[in-house]
């Protein structure tokens, strides 16, 4: 049979929320042997290990979101999630993922083995919830068609311009329709008063988050740069695109200037995942896109990725649901409708 080429895509912080409490359990109880050296590492670091989170009988906001534990929680079910697809049915052409999601990308690429991988998301997350400062907020770009909207764009612009009058703001990430600015806590304050109201929910300030992807985190770049070694790093086994679009090969990776950029550009600058998944489409030419779990919060940005390079005529929401009815181009790990399509 032949497979299917496929690109697997990483969630960032955000994904693990109430509705995902059990997901390791409920979806990985026969893989336990996986997240038990997950759990390991985390135990080593002194960090609460993630089957134990996900256990617990109600979801707290103030132990499952703060950066180390959802991290973790992040990291195990993503990377089991990825084990988990059906290696006989799909040929895993290239990975990448949004902001957290690439260190998994480097762990499932193979540029870190496991282990190295849960080392550094759990060093990465804990010295973020305890060195980060500032924090994000989310506004969209596009219409309810998830189309551009100019007038949205402008808003944006104007926005970032003003802040920075009273205070530090930028552009942390660009996630398909959806913009996560982010900034000090004066900027901050500015652009939820100039950014008008949308959607009935933004802008809104992400809870627990710090002001990743600028460099208000010049400093938590530095000292993860000489926490975390280029040793760490192999040549990847895969394909990995990273926050500016840029590939990673198996002959094409200099170890150090992989390590110079995870954790430098990576953490103090704008991190554009809707250029990375372009290039995905567009130099790897997909069957498939795969979004491990837990949750599912990327699908709607992918999606309008998808509308706005017009991929396989997609040219709006409505477009983009009837295709996935008919037949998936998106398999969300997380939402169980879709999930057996990868298994």
């Known amino acids: 049979m032949t497979k299917e080429r496929a690109i697997v895509v990483f969630p960032g912080r955000g994904s693990y929320g109430a509705p995902e409490l059990g997901y390791l359990k409920n979806n990985h109880g026969s893989r336990s042997a996986l997240l038990n050296r997950f759990d390991a590492v985390i135990a080593r670091n002194g960090g609460v290990p993630a089957q134990e989170l996900d256990a617990r009988e109600s979801f707290s906001p103030s132990i499952h979101l703060p950066g180390r534990n959802a991290s973790n929680l992040i990291y195990a079910g993503a990377l089991a999630d990825f084990e988990a697809i059906n290696r006989d049915r799909f040929e895993i052409v290239a990975v990448c993922g949004n902001s957290l999601g690439w260190y998994m990308t480097l762990a499932a690429g193979g540029a870190l083995t496991l282990e190295n991988g849960a080392h550094v998301v759990d060093s990465m997350g ?39 009058t009273k205070g530090r703001a930028f552009f942390s990430i660009r996630l398909g329709g959806i913009a996560v600015l982010a900034g000090d806590e004066a900027g901050l304050k500015s652009m939820l008063e100039t950014l008008p109201k949308a959607d009935e929910r933004y802008p809104f300030r992400l809870p627990k988050h710090a002001a990743f992807h600028t460099p208000l985190l010049d400093g938590v770049s530095a000292g993860a740069k000489e926490a975390l070694p280029a040793s760490l790093f192999t040549p990847p086994a895969i394909p990995m695109i990273d926050g500016r679009g840029a590939i990673w090969t198996k002959h094409g990776t200099d170890i150090e200037t992989l390590h110079e950029y995870t954790f ?80």
């Open 126 to 164: 804990h010295r973020m919830e305890t060195e980060g400062t500032g924090g994000q907020i989310l506004y969209p770009l596009v219409d309810a068609e998830w189309r551009r909207d100019e007038g949205r764009i402008a808003a944006v612009k104007d926005a970032l311009q003003k802040a920075n």
């Open 264 to 343: 430098g550009a990576q953490i103090t600058e704008t991190y554009d995942f809707s250029k990375s998944v372009e290039v995905a489409l567009k130099e790897f030419a997909p069957a498939r896109v795969i979004l491990v779990g837990p949750g599912a919060s990327l699908g709607p940005p992918v999606g309008q990725i998808l509308i706005e390079h017009r991929w396989n005529g997609v040219r709006s929401k409505t477009d983009f649901s009837a295709m996935q009815q008919k037949s998936p181009f998106v398999l969300a790990m997380g939402r169980p409708d879709q999930r057996e399509a990868a298994l």
